[in-house]
């Protein structure tokens, strides 16, 4: 089974993994304020580990986040 990623380096994986997460919130009605990749990635298990910024977040984006994540609850 081959993945949508395999044939991309680690930062364009974490580019498209952090646009899927934008458009996912988006979908929901959460914006993160700043969105991005960290500029400086750390060492993981041998290869570069990329972090995604979401950002400070408001009290009205934290309640939304809240709210998507009780629904997405079994």
Do not use: K, W, Y
Not at 3 to 20: K, Q
Not at 47 to 58: S, V
Request: aromatic content about 4%.
């Amino acid at each position: 089974m081959t993945t949508r990623f395999e044939n991309l380096s680690p930062a364009e994986t974490a580019r498209e993994i952090m646009c899927d997460l934008g458009e996912a919130a988006r979908a929901v009605g959460v914006q993160f304020p700043s969105l991005r990749l960290d500029p400086h990635p750390v060492a993981g298990l041998g290869a570069p580990a990329h972090l995604i910024e979401t950002g400070r977040i408001n009290l009205t984006t934290a309640m939304q986040m809240t709210e998507v994540f009780r629904a997405a609850r079994p």
